[in-house]
């Protein structure tokens, strides 16, 4: 027995790859369900009641989805390259480190149809700006950037701590570790009155949508895709790789940095340790489950975000530890790794 690699890979086998990893991962969740002495069947639908039973749950589901889009288009735009992004978690509080400093600084005041945009800007670029520093050293001393990534992201967090419990921290906080709030003008308009969902969703249906159109109809989206397929062909073609991957280190880092300042700006309104419960992670899951698809992206964010959401209906309502969540959407990127490997390889005798 042999795996061979596909030539071409069928559109159907695209499109069941996703389905059959999020069914694996539920099937062997169910198992744990089980073993915590409640019934599996009972319990995923007390998560889709969690995640969908009422106005609140609906509006909490797509907020958590919000973040979720934006750094899974990070890891996605990277991934597509071959440039191995793990640190949007650390690229996440950068975005919401900068909109802090910034609108209680040179923004306090701005009218909000000047100071909000430029607060996005802001948390974009600081995203972009982390992530160019990995690069830079791939690029210079072929550094491996899995490691700076993913080292880079403890750093952030112990910087981002320094900084609430120092120059930013909140003075009218009694003592707890928080960032100086974001003045009320500033913070994003909501989407639905009474809720936390804001018009950041739109913003990362509208990222998603152009991130799609740049991969598929420019040339910097050619050459991004030639560089991960085949960099020495690409090479040899005339693109020219740093470039390319400058520009798609500068992409995933403003899309992940975009995902904090707008978690910042809709739901909290200042900075704390606890922002992120793992958004810059969870996204290179829903990254994989859209098999890089940027459309795909959304739906792979929606199914994280009823996962987190509705486990804790489940949880209230039979007693499953809340946790099981985060084995859900572990088992299903490991899921999805297997299904991507019977995608690309068949099996020969």
Not at 58 to 84: D, H, K, M, Y
Not at 178 to 189: A, D, E, F, I, K
Not at 312 to 333: E, H, K, T, W, Y
Request: some cysteine; hydrophobic content about 60%; proline content about 5%.
């Amino acid at each position: 027995m042999q795996f061979v690699r596909r030539s071409h890979v069928p559109t159907r086998l695209l499109i069941a790859a996703p389905l059959a990893a999020v069914a694996v991962s539920l099937a062997l969740s169910g198992l744990l369900i089980a073993a915590a002495g409640a019934d599996p069947f009972e319990a995923y639908w007390k998560m889709l009641v969690g995640a969908f039973g009422s106005r609140l749950s609906i509006t909490e589901t797509l907020t958590r989805t919000t973040p979720l889009i934006l750094t899974g288009l990070a890891a996605a735009v990277a991934f597509r390259a071959r440039l191995w992004n793990i640190g949007a978690e650390g690229q996440f509080f950068v975005g919401a480190l900068a909109v802090a400093a910034l609108a209680h600084g040179v923004l306090a005041g701005t009218p909000a149809i000047v100071g909000t945009p430029l607060l996005l800007v802001a948390g974009a670029a600081a995203g972009a700006l982390l992530l160019l520093v990995p690069l830079a050293l791939r690029l210079r001393f072929g550094v491996d950037e899995v490691v700076t990534t993913l080292l880079l992201n403890f750093v952030v967090l112990l910087f981002v701590g320094m900084m609430i419990e120092g120059p930013l921290k909140d003075p009218m906080a009694f003592g707890w570790p928080q960032s100086v709030p974001v003045p009320g003008g500033l913070m994003l308009p909501k989407l639905v009155p009474r809720s936390r969902l804001t018009i950041g969703l739109l913003i990362a249906l509208a990222a998603a949508l152009a991130v799609a159109f740049v991969q598929a109809r420019t040339v910097f989206g050619f050459e991004a895709r030639a560089a991960g397929l085949a960099p020495r062909a690409a090479a040899f073609a005339g693109v020219s790789l740093p470039r390319t991957l400058v520009a798609v280190a500068c992409l995933s880092g403003a899309l992940a940095g975009l995902a904090g300042a707008v978690e910042v700006l809709s739901v909290k309104g200042f900075v704390t340790k606890d922002l992120s419960p793992g958004y810059g992670y969870s996204g290179i899951v829903v990254a994989m489950l859209a098999g890089l698809n940027p459309i795909g992206v959304v739906a792979g964010a929606l199914f994280v975000g009823i996962v987190f959401v509705g486990a804790d209906g489940m949880s209230r309502a039979l007693g499953v530890p809340s946790f099981i969540a985060d084995v859900i959407v572990a088992i299903s990127l490991l899921s999805m790794l297997v299904a991507l490997l019977f995608t690309s390889y068949e099996v020969r005798r």
